[in-house]
């Protein structure tokens, strides 16, 4: 018993030690910790819940038809303006034919309303030459009938011719006049007929062409569901194109994270596909109008009297730098962690604009105006300008 007591007295001492030596490493972590947190990690906001986001454009055919041939499909980059899909185009080609058929007879029929008014003029002075000569002959029959030289069934003749005379005249100026009603104003080229037959014209063109789907943008083809020989309808969708240099990050943060989250302060992406080698510097850009939940597909009912309380996340969008994404590609929907540092009130921004534009669908208005004015100077001879018309139709142009 009197050795004993020395090895017990040795193991609490040592045990003691440990303990002391223990609390010292806790409370060296805590303060470590508490630094850690004071100095840095309260600065910082963070999420694993956040993913590529991007435009999806979506392909589909602006006139029905058989489809004849496909030449994109799943994967395969293509540009702006490269063809993707055809049509069969047998009945908008007969419909162009007819449209252009149908100008050019509307233009050679305003072309001889034109040129009627110069025979409706000559009309008019014809019948005046002749109320002249009646007139005359009137006078010189009832200057000798006091005389007995004519009789009164002569002057009643003559009497008669006036009358006719008078009534021609008034006929061959209201023709005039109908007929200038069609042309005044106007020109060939600017007559009510002709450009109702030039927009059917410019229609007929724009249907033949769009039997060609070409691409609005430059990017990945995906979800190609079009197939040979397929009966499609205006509208069907065809397949989508993703352009992978316009996206984004949505991250999404748990609401008690949002207090100090502004727009304009930097963010830090770490994408899983290729780990913290690759780091992406981002801006918060903006917030969503609303949590993930209230526009998911069935929102939550959370006034039903079954309630449980869910911690709501919000989207928040983020600006990634574009050489960044350049060097390092990146595909929607692939999973990424965003850091916002939140030290300050991050940098005055003004409100973000959108402007997507594509311009492969402008020559083709251009395509069918050319076609037009070729139809239209073909066949108006010399009405095709607003000066020739008016001096074909006896209006004097004023010198300027």
Same mark, same amino acid.
């Given at each position: 018993?009197?050795?004993?007591?020395?090895?017990?007295?040795?193991?609490?001492?040592?045990?003691?030690?440990?303990?002391?030596?223990?609390?010292?490493?806790?409370?060296?972590?805590?303060?470590?910790?508490?630094?850690? %947190?004071?100095?840095?990690?309260?600065?910082?906001?963070?999420?694993?819940?956040?993913?590529?986001?991007?435009? #999806?454009?979506?392909?589909?055919?602006?006139?029905?038809?058989?489809?004849?041939?496909?030449?994109?499909?799943?994967?395969?980059?293509?540009?702006?303006?490269?063809?993707?899909?055809?049509?069969?185009?047998?009945?908008?080609?007969?419909?162009?034919?007819?449209?252009?058929?149908?100008?050019?007879?509307?233009?050679?029929?305003?072309?001889?309303?034109?040129?009627?008014?110069?025979?409706?003029?000559?009309?008019?002075?014809?019948? =005046?030459?002749?109320?002249?000569?009646?007139?005359?002959?009137?006078?010189?029959?009832?200057?000798?009938?006091?005389?007995?030289?004519?009789?009164?069934?002569?002057?009643?003749?003559?009497?008669?011719?006036?009358?006719?005379?008078?009534?021609?005249?008034?006929?061959?100026?209201?023709?005039?006049?109908?007929?200038?009603?069609?042309?005044?104003?106007?020109?060939?080229?600017?007559?009510?007929?002709?450009?109702?037959?030039?927009?059917?014209?410019?229609?007929?063109?724009?249907?033949?062409?769009?039997?060609?789907?070409?691409?609005?943008?430059?990017?990945?083809?995906?979800?190609?569901?079009?197939?040979?020989?397929?009966?499609?309808?205006?509208?069907?969708?065809?397949?989508?194109? #993703?352009?992978?240099?316009?996206? %984004?990050?949505?991250?999404?943060?748990?609401?008690?994270?949002?207090?100090?989250?502004?727009?304009?302060?930097?963010? =830090?992406?770490?994408?899983?596909?290729?780990?913290?080698? #690759?780091?992406?510097?981002?801006?918060?850009?903006?917030?969503?109008?609303?949590?993930?939940?209230?526009?998911?597909?069935?929102?939550?009912?959370?006034?039903?009297?079954? %309630?449980?309380?869910?911690?709501?996340?919000?989207?928040?969008?983020?600006?990634?730098?574009?050489?960044?994404?350049?060097?390092?590609?990146?595909?929607?929907?692939?999973?990424?962690?965003?850091?916002?540092?939140?030290?300050?009130?991050?940098?005055?921004?003004?409100?973000?604009?959108?402007?997507?534009?594509?311009?492969?669908?402008?020559?083709?208005?251009?395509?069918?105006?050319?076609?037009?004015?070729?139809?239209?100077?073909?066949?108006?001879?010399?009405?095709?300008?607003?000066?020739?018309?008016?001096?074909?139709?006896?209006?004097?142009?004023?010198?300027?």
């Amino acid at each position: 018993m009197s050795e004993a007591l020395p090895q017990n007295g040795n193991g609490n001492g040592k045990r003691k030690r440990q303990l002391l030596l223990l609390t010292a490493v806790l409370i060296v972590v805590a303060i470590a910790f508490s630094l850690y %947190w004071f100095l840095y990690a309260r600065f910082y906001e963070e999420t694993d819940d956040a993913y590529v986001g991007g435009n #999806v454009v979506q392909i589909s055919a602006q006139v029905g038809g058989t489809v004849t041939s496909i030449k994109a499909d799943d994967t395969q980059i293509v540009k702006a303006g490269q063809q993707l899909v055809s049509l069969d185009a047998a009945d908008s080609r007969i419909a162009l034919a007819q449209a252009e058929a149908a100008l050019a007879q509307a233009v050679r029929q305003t072309r001889q309303t034109f040129l009627n008014n110069d025979t409706l003029s000559a009309n008019v002075a014809a019948a =005046e030459t002749n109320l002249v000569r009646a007139r005359d002959d009137l006078q010189r029959r009832q200057a000798g009938i006091a005389s007995g030289a004519v009789s009164q069934e002569d002057l009643a003749h003559a009497q008669d011719a006036v009358k006719n005379a008078v009534a021609a005249l008034d006929q061959a100026r209201a023709s005039l006049a109908a007929n200038r009603a069609l042309t005044d104003r106007t020109s060939v080229t600017e007559h009510p007929n002709v450009l109702q037959a030039a927009t059917q014209v410019r229609n007929a063109y724009l249907n033949y062409a769009r039997v060609n789907i070409v691409a609005p943008v430059s990017g990945f083809v995906s979800k190609r569901s079009v197939q040979l020989g397929q009966r499609i309808a205006a509208g069907s969708p065809l397949m989508a194109i #993703v352009p992978l240099e316009q996206i %984004w990050i949505d991250a999404n943060f748990k609401e008690g994270q949002l207090k100090h989250i502004r727009i304009g302060q930097p963010v =830090e992406v770490i994408a899983d596909v290729y780990g913290s080698d #690759v780091k992406y510097k981002g801006t918060v850009i903006g917030f969503s109008a609303g949590t993930g939940g209230a526009f998911s597909l069935l929102p939550a009912q959370n006034a039903t009297g079954n %309630w449980i309380k869910v911690v709501q996340r919000v989207p928040v969008r983020i600006a990634l730098d574009p050489q960044e994404v350049q060097a390092h590609p990146l595909r929607i929907g692939l999973s990424t962690t965003a850091t916002v540092n939140i030290r300050g009130d991050g940098k005055a921004m003004e409100a973000a604009t959108t402007d997507y534009q594509t311009n492969v669908y402008s020559d083709l208005g251009k395509q069918a105006d050319d076609i037009v004015e070729r139809i239209i100077s073909d066949n108006a001879g010399g009405l095709s300008s607003p000066a020739a018309t008016k001096k074909k139709a006896g209006i004097v142009v004023p010198h300027t």
